[in-house]
């Protein structure tokens, strides 16, 4: 009986190690970006970040807004193709840079805010050297990218403009969401799981708040949250329109990750709302 008990538990450790580390470290997917799209290279010292941008902006003569593009968890670059796509034809540049851990940064894990958020601050710093009068910048992110926007927003005040649909106001919260839906209990026994991505990662997700970034921020932000959004509750939400002191626009029938939803009717309307927001930036 001891033997199968000492046997059973190690089995349990080693599956939440694996559970972790694919937690952390997911599947890459490799995408090809359109012939329309230049790919370049933002530095950074833990290597170069490959990124799409709008080709003025990489020729180095861009018109003056950019908008910085930030995919969540599991993305690639070409969530935001079809954006990349209409924004310059509206006047608008933009860029799109690989996160931490997924499609094809140097990075090995996944770090579900700073790191993205660091990331977000290296391109807008590349951004700006772009140009020889400083442009409007204006984060754009979706789920994991928008709690990173928000993060970022924070740290360089000099951004422009915040949008963000999806994001968590607290990682540690979405993230006991996320577990309970694998099935009853499952916040309780994949815990093992949690403190060795944590361990793996350097993070505590109870201190990644991007609820407390957006209370600081009080320059034009928009919340954009799906009506039927099974990932992030609305309080997340809520909790970062109001800190924010921003509109929250809640689009109903609609699932998570709207925006990058290449199936969701929804996201022309959102792509045009979003605008009504940069003309007041700028």
């Given amino acids: 009986m001891i033997f199968y008990i000492a046997g059973a538990l190690v089995l349990y450790l080693l599956l939440s190690w694996r559970l972790a580390y694919t937690y952390i470290h997911p599947p890459r997917e490799s995408v090809l970006a359109p012939g329309w799209i230049n790919i370049v ?94 442009p409007k910048i204006i984060l754009w992110g979706v789920s994991m990218g928008g709690a990173a926007s928000w993060l970022a927003s924070e740290q360089d005040p000099t951004i422009d403009g915040v949008i963000t649909e999806g994001a968590y106001a607290r990682f540690d919260e979405a993230m006991d969401h996320w577990l309970g839906r694998s099935g009853p209990g499952a916040s309780i026994y994949l815990k093992p799981m949690v403190w060795m991505a944590s361990a793996m990662d350097h993070i505590d997700p109870s201190k990644i708040r991007p609820m407390d970034s957006a209370a600081k921020w009080r320059k034009p932000a928009l919340v954009i949250q799906a009506g039927k959004d099974d990932l992030i509750a609305l309080s997340h939400a809520q909790r970062l329109s109001e800190g924010a002191h921003c509109p929250l626009w809640i689009v109903p029938n609609a699932t998570h990750a709207i925006v990058t939803d290449k199936c969701c009717r929804d996201r022309l309307r959102i792509r045009g709302s979003t605008l009504g927001l940069v003309r007041r930036t700028v």
């Fill in 41 to 134: 290279s933002i530095p950074s010292p833990r290597g170069s970040i490959p990124a799409w941008a709008s080709p003025q902006l990489a020729q180095g003569h861009g018109k003056p807004v950019v908008f910085v593009l930030v995919y969540g968890y599991g993305g690639t670059r070409e969530a935001w193709q079809d954006e990349m796509c209409e924004l310059p034809k509206l006047g608008f540049e933009c860029v799109t840079p690989c996160m931490p851990g997924q499609d094809e940064s140097p990075e090995k894990f996944v770090g579900f805010g700073y790191p993205e958020a660091r990331v977000v601050l290296e391109t807008v710093k590349w951004v700006r050297t772009q140009y020889k009068k400083p």
